[in-house]
């Protein structure tokens, strides 16, 4: 597509629950990313892919949290049994690898709310 | 670790300028990037420098110093759609990781 697209745009869901969120990066691009957002705080870093392959997942902040990536594109993120400080913007970037500069595009995020 | 500052709010008027200053303490630097959020959408790239000086693109202007770990966005001629939330990112001596600092809210008043 056009751009980064990310689904659902919004999520509300009760804790102890598990939520699946989807990205799928602009056509072409090899690289992908998932950050965080959280109010008042920068953008924290949560996983790389290149490919289908994540040499870094340092970001994690817990076992609950996992992502793949299938076919070199679409990439979803797991986030299991959520809490209450899950609730945060998240989102996916993609880039083309392999420029200099390897320029990060943004999708407009997953709002994730846990009751 | 990563150290992103910015000033958390700025105010200005239609028609003026704003300078944005972003000063970093990482571990390796390999490139300083400018994105613009209006609440609720995409980060959108602006600009990207990875040697000293100045870029300029339109009405908006990004400076590096790496020797002070500082950089600034300049925007010119202040328009109320430039009223938004501005992130500094710091890719570090990886390629292709982005440190963040927390933003900074323009709002433009007419």
């Known amino acids: 597509g056009a751009g980064v697209s990310q689904s659902p745009s919004n999520k509300v869901t009760e804790k102890g629950k598990d939520v699946e969120l989807r990205c799928d990066p602009i056509?072409?691009?090899?690289?992908l990313y998932w950050y965080r957002q959280s109010l008042g705080q920068g953008l924290e870093f949560l996983i790389y892919?290149?490919?289908?392959?994540?040499?870094?997942k340092s970001g994690l902040p817990s076992d609950r949290f996992s992502a793949e990536r299938t076919g070199g594109s679409v990439s979803t993120l797991t986030i299991q049994r959520t809490q209450q400080e899950d609730s945060a913007v998240y989102l996916c970037?993609?880039?083309?690898?392999?420029?200099?500069?390897?320029?990060?595009?943004f999708g407009a995020g997953t709002r994730l709310s846990v009751l | 670790g990563q150290n992103i500052d910015q000033p958390t709010e700025m105010t200005a008027t239609e028609g003026a300028i704003v300078q944005i200053n972003c000063t970093y303490q990482?571990?390796?630097?390999?490139?300083l990037f400018w994105y613009q959020q209006h609440a609720g959408e995409a980060p959108t790239f602006l600009s990207y420098?990875?040697?000293?000086g100045l870029e300029e693109k339109g009405r908006f202007s990004s400076f590096l110093s790496r020797s002070k770990g500082y950089s600034y966005l300049l925007l010119k001629e202040l328009q109320m759609k430039d009223s938004a939330s501005y992130l500094c990112?710091?890719?570090?001596?990886?390629?292709?990781?982005?440190?963040f600092g927390a933003g900074t809210t323009v709002t433009v008043r007419a």
């Open positions: 990482t571990s390796g630097f390999n490139g």
């Open positions: 056509s072409g691009h090899t690289a």
């Open positions: 990112a710091v890719r570090g001596s990886n390629d292709y990781k982005l440190s």
């Open positions: 420098n990875v040697l000293d």
């Open positions: 970037a993609s880039s083309f690898q392999g420029s200099g500069s390897n320029i990060q595009y």
């Open positions: 892919f290149q490919g289908n392959s994540a040499p870094d």
